[in-house]
């Protein structure tokens, strides 16, 4: 893909959609916080991208979502980081497949 600019905070209206992947772009900016009105996602793929900011914390409470969002430049994390995650910094791979089913 060939996608560039920000994810719009509109992305939180698409509430049916499942399965998100933006990934290999050269999307910019922060991730929008109404990304987590997506409640039935099950895939986010944001890795290798140009974001930053800080990570929605809300994206943790997600039952079953397989995250990925390395190769970022993602500053800070609000909240609590699952340890799963296991997140040593931000400069590494950051990625996160719960286990738990739908």
Same mark, same amino acid.
């Given at each position: /893909? =060939? +996608?560039? #600019? @920000? *994810?719009?905070? !509109? &992305? ?12 290999? /772009? =050269? +999307?910019? #900016? @922060? *991730?929008?916080? !109404? &990304?987590?009105?997506l409640t039935w996602l099950r895939k986010l793929f944001l890795n290798q991208n140009q974001l930053c900011g800080i990570i929605p914390p809300e994206i943790c409470q997600f039952s ?39």
């Open positions: /893909n =060939q +996608l560039n #600019g @920000s *994810i719009l905070p !509109e &992305i939180g209206q698409l509430t049916e959609l499942r399965v998100l992947f933006l990934n290999e /772009n =050269q +999307l910019s #900016g @922060s *991730i929008p916080s !109404e &990304i987590c009105h079953s979502l397989e995250f990925n969002a390395g190769e970022n430049y993602f500053m800070d994390y609000e909240g609590n980081i699952p340890e799963s995650w296991e997140m040593e910094n931000y400069n590494k791979p950051l990625y996160h497949k719960n286990a738990r089913s739908a």
